[in-house]
């Protein structure tokens, strides 16, 4: 069965400081994966998307940047933190069909 | 642990009928939940919402009903029309922490 992870589940970092998120899938090749962060009021903020390796598309200009150096690992990254860069940040992966499948998230702070 | 589920990959429904997308949830503390509609080469947009201290919330053609015993909630669609064809994401939070989804339902609605 297949299984996406994220790591850290929390971070807390200071403005101006590098980030990086992790996300993985097992038992699952070729999978596009996603990038998504919770915006306010509920909604749900696409951010970076990709078909494969080295292919990322961006959906929002932003402080944030995205890389897939393996098929199954989608990193989120960021040079310089900005105060508002805190959010919760989700990955998820899908397969042929549009059913997307999310990680349980990372809770970023940044003070 | 998927703790909202929807177990329905798919839902085809005739235009004009009532389309009725279901999930589950295993969390009792979940206090708040969404559904969310998506688009493809898009990211979810929100939909609907209800807290736990109701069970039926109205807008427009759509209506979520949420049944607390049975830890389960579903949306209604009446009447459906094409334009609703896209995946259906539940997703829910727990004092208004972060949310968790459900892995989709493809809802086709034929003309």
């Known amino acids: 069965s297949q299984t996406i992870h994220q790591w850290p589940a929390t971070l807390v970092q200071p403005v101006g400081s590098p980030l990086s998120l992790e996300c993985t899938v097992e038992g699952t090749s070729n999978p596009n994966l996603y990038w998504y962060r919770q915006a306010a009021g509920r909604g749900l903020q696409l951010l970076f998307y990709s078909v494969g390796i080295g292919q990322i598309s961006s959906e929002v200009p932003q402080n944030l940047s995205a890389s897939r150096p393996q098929d199954r690992q989608f990193i989120l990254s960021s040079k310089k933190l900005l105060l508002s860069d805190s959010g919760f940040y989700l990955c998820?992966?899908?397969?042929?069909?549009?059913?997307?499948?999310f990680g349980p998230g990372t809770r970023l702070l940044v003070l | 642990d998927q703790q909202v589920k929807q177990n329905s990959p798919s839902l085809s429904v005739q235009e004009g009928r009532i389309s009725i997308l279901n999930c589950d949830y295993t969390?009792?503390?979940?206090?708040?939940f969404l559904w969310y509609k998506k688009y493809p080469a898009e990211g979810p947009t929100f939909l609907i919402s209800?807290?736990?201290?109701?069970d039926k919330n109205e807008d427009g053609r759509f209506t979520v009903f949420l049944n607390k015993s049975a830890k389960h909630l579903s949306l209604h669609i009446v009447p459906s029309q094409p334009g609703d064809s896209a995946v259906y994401f539940c997703?829910?939070?727990?004092?208004?922490?972060?949310?968790?989804f459900g892995a989709g339902t493809r809802l086709t609605v034929k003309p």
């Open positions: 209800i807290s736990s201290i109701k």
């Open positions: 969390n009792s503390m979940f206090d708040y």
């Open positions: 998820a992966w899908s397969g042929l069909q549009e059913t997307q499948y």
């Open positions: 997703a829910a939070s727990e004092l208004d922490n972060d949310m968790r």
